[in-house]
């Protein structure tokens, strides 16, 4: 057996730490699955074999939902060919960890047995329980749309948070300003019933546990501080619904109002503003199932310079989905104290930019800035891989720049490694 | 003796491999060399011994090309001091391989002898087959201009490849169009005389084997699906020659419009488009041949999508000019059933960048959607050093990813190693 | 204890060699600290305290300026929580050299006794030579405003250089131009008066042995050869003072009228021009002094190619601040005889980014115009820890690819090292 080496010490020191996710997709009414295609299913498998050359027909087809079985059956060749990536580990990983798998590597010859068994063990009483607790998990923050009732779960667990896409980007749609008058009771119109709306919204949301908001933004998005006289006409007139735009990307002046009046209402009501930044939807539109969106590296966190300047009081952590984008990110942290650093979103959720990228804000940002780390999981089965596989590179990082580099014993790698991990995201959600 | 470790078991395991090089500017009519000023007369060492202060007269003079050995005696004295390139340590690697030459450094007391010996060397009889030997090499792409007869050299071998620039970027000038007609017999005039042309050259060239359609393309092109009326009436009118311009640089709606043209033509014929992104011609214009052209990384490959949608059918090997790109080009091939992720071109092929663009490549992009590596060489002799260094990086990048990482055995490293360095290519360019 | 590596010899060899800074912000009348208020005043520390929450008014009251005491008092609790910051391990790096301290951390228990011991130490005769002898620095530039006197210091160690911000980016303010008349005797008006203004600091400044003039420049800033009509106009009728404007961001004509002016002048005196490219001022207004400024990475050396080529006589040691513009200097580096790479510039300078900066700059940068490092300081006492960690930095890069890669011997590599870290700047800035 190999020694155990510094870097495991420090690993074994943060594996120790119960997991506080502050950003997933779970939906706490089925957070785990009911078979492995609700795993395989995960827009990380499904997006990587269509573009591997699988038919959209065999994933999703026109005719309507596959089978469970059936789209595992359709998924598993093409899968076998991708094994060199790391979206396929975290699948081997949650795979020998929850069902005791015992092979490498997922195969025409094995998946059935793995299907079954698996299949067999998600029926069992306690599953989900057994999840969490092999996870080690403690907490996990939800993506709640606007208009969720946020009923029916234990919201101490599951933590709210509020999603406002639909606000921002849609409230031009008849369905979204009606589905914000069924929600709060306000008719929206001009720029006071939007705050009314607004406010009802925070309210509902706080008082069931809601410890962030959140919003995913294009590219080209710069929220500005006004807005031209046609568009306070329209909405001084209660045609707030009505702003002239080509096509949904047409009305940014209309986004960045509905914005900054969310920014106004996390100030208020003390909730950190997630932004997660960059993503073009929406770019390949034959594109499976959330498998469709890219982003354009030609952006700046200049464009939010206004926005942080504005709002000194809100707790703005940034996700950035264009690698190249963290470089900005290190220095608008620390700079701006109230920018902090979050997670690795999306396509730099890979080793190899998470690496580069943590580096730089281990060296450079305030370590009580630094949010580590978040799961973005659909299903509670994927929080233990995708953690995991990020505590292994903080601890090789603590290793390399503290313990090496600069002499620090282990324990304080390991303190400074919980800060990022876990305890940041505690002080700085703590409502 | 250094014991061998498993890294250099899983390169001598892709060392074993004949080399398949995809893409290069070898003149099949004079593979390789007469003299060592045609290896010291490639742009990567002219062109950094003018950046490092050598007389542009030194090299290219204004009264007419240099004596081969004259050009070698006024480039060394600058070269010596460029040792710490990587460009350079591929200079010492072919001369150790081909001419057994025993130095480290060329130097002003070395360079003549080695001058003389490897000229007898080049001017022996096997020489070309002496270099395809010991470079292991199976097969290499040209770079052929659209009136290229294609005469003369084995096709299977030399691998011809349809290169479109001047058709994309020059058709306004009488000199392309006459070239063109030519060729094809074709005056073109309208969008039907071009389509007439353009089938003329697919026709030829894959007759002749070619399996790749290329294209190097400025940072600010984006191929757009339409033109506007004023082009439309020019092209109806026949005078696509006469689109207006003021210069060569401002007709980009009839850039696209040759462009899809092209591409609709690799649709029908079932060619690959290899597309060079992100290359500024000229930018240095008092610079020596080839050694003029740099890059913006201002740039996206968002301005490519509306063509990678248009063209399900076709397969773009992509490569990038500015290192940043190459994590957009991971995120577009994940995603994009037609992105390829092809080499490490230009300003991109240095060790820095490889590593760092490679790492994400494997851990992120099909492994059957990945063209390792190309020479884009000019002469034979440096296929073996630029593969080489290649290898070495692969190599060390599968150890740390694949066995290190994630505990597979050597050989299922080599199987995904061989897959990057040559079997895509021979899948994906079959023709 | 550990064996001496290859690397470690490597380092010895690089540090035996006396340091010359080749940028700073030193003032020669004032060169050390007076006590530690002079060492965490640094701007480094200010702003990251007050990134991590410390208020304004603890920094710099609103009242006046804070005695030194209750300064460094104000801030050691925050800087507590900042011990993963490389810019801390400067400050604990020099308190144990200069000032035999014996902690790792400086906390709320032992900050006094530092602060006291150390302001004792800073007030013994001969205080400024001994940092000088144990940072072993022969030679450090300075920053000069345009109407410096340069008198009093001794301009062989202190080499003065002329920093042009003023002229360039305000000459259109009352103020400026009230000094440029001052200290020069020329009221400013047209083209003429600017160019005879010019003239007369350049003789002035080399007269007193500057090296250099320097400029720092915005993301956005292009310098365009002509200027239109209008502002021509203003130019000729001697209104250059009166160039319209909204704000001081809208004269980008008249910015690069001067500008130019200023490289007519440097390739007249000989003085190497530097730019250090991509800084946007006061994008955070509430920050400390010092701390407002940031970047935006959509920026492109392509911006100043016409420079580079109008000016082949001027050498242009290039700095940028965003770390991904890294790639385009390599680049540019590497064509233009012009442009030399130049240190590690605020933001990029972290250990993550130079270890790959630097990386790419030896692989592909003619090993004669890489200027590797300098320490901008504003106090002597940081040019040791700064230089310390670069050159950690430089050795470890040139064990791996050097010695490690190409099998050369450790003397060979530091010698190639310490080309980079002196001997082109001795070469390019001796006058």
């Known amino acids: 057996m190999p020694t155990e080496t510094a870097a495991d010490r420090i690993l074994s020191g943060l594996e120790a730490a119960p997991i506080l996710d502050p950003h997933s997709h779970i939906n706490p009414h089925a957070p785990t699955s009911e078979t492995l295609a ?24 026109s005719a309507g939902p596959l089978d469970p079985k059936q789209l595992v059956a359709n998924l598993v060749p093409t899968l076998e060919r991708l094994d060199n990536t790391v979206q396929v580990s975290w699948f081997t990983e949650l795979a020998q960890t929850f069902f005791g798998w015992e092979h ?32 080690n ?12 009732p946020l009923d029916g779960f234990d919201t101490d667990f599951y933590v709210p948070c509020l999603r406002t896409d639909d606000l921002v980007f849609k409230l031009h749609t008849p369905e979204v300003r009606e589905r914000l008058a069924k929600a709060t009771g306000v008719e929206v119109g001009d720029a006071d019933s939007l705050r009314a ?5 925070f309210e509902h949301f706080t008082a069931k546990g809601a410890r962030a908001c959140a919003i995913s933004l294009p590219p080209w998005f710069e929220p500005s501080a006004g807005y031209d006289s046609t568009i306070a006409r329209h909405i001084a007139a209660g045609e707030l619904g009505h702003v002239p735009g080509e096509d949904g990307e047409l009305r940014p002046e209309l986004y960045s109002f509905v914005f900054r009046t969310l920014a106004e209402h996390c100030r208020e009501f003390g909730l950190p503003f997630d932004l997660m930044i960059g993503v073009n939807r929406n770019v390949y539109p034959d594109g499976v199932h959330q498998g469709r969106d890219l982003y354009d590296s030609r952006c700046s966190l200049k464009q939010y310079a206004d926005l942080f300047n504005a709002f000194p009081e809100v707790t703005f952590p940034v996700s950035v989905l264009a690698p190249t984008l963290n470089q900005e990110l290190v220095s608008y942290a620390w700079i701006f104290p109230n920018v ?3 997670g690795h979103w999306w396509y730099s959720n890979i080793p190899a930019h998470i690496a580069n990228d943590l580096r730089a804000r281990l060296q450079a940002v305030p370590g009580d800035k630094q949010i580590g780390y978040y799961s973005d999981a659909y299903k509670l089965e994927f929080v233990l891989p995708k953690f995991a596989m990020y505590r292994r590179i903080l601890a ?20 400074l490694g919980l800060k990022v991990l876990r305890g940041n995201s505690e002080r700085l959600f703590r409502g």
């Open 137 to 148: 998990l403690e907490k996990v923050f939800l993506t709640n749309d606007f208009d969720d």
């Open 340 to 342: 902090v650093t979050s």
């Open 396 to 415: 090789k990082e603590l290793f390399a720049e503290y313990c090496e580099g600069r002499g620090w014993g282990e324990e304080r790698a390991v303190e």
């Open 38 to 61: 609700d795993i395989l299913g995960y827009h990380y498998y499904t997006e990587l074999a269509r573009s591997s050359g699988l038919a959209k027909e065999q994933i999703e087809p």
């Open 197 to 201: 709306a607004i406010r009802k919204l």
């Open 104 to 135: 490498e590597c997922l195969t025409r010859d094995n998946w059935e047995a793995l299907y079954d068994e698996s299949a067999k063990q998600m029926a069992a009483p306690g599953y989900t329980d057994r999840v969490i607790k092999q996870t």
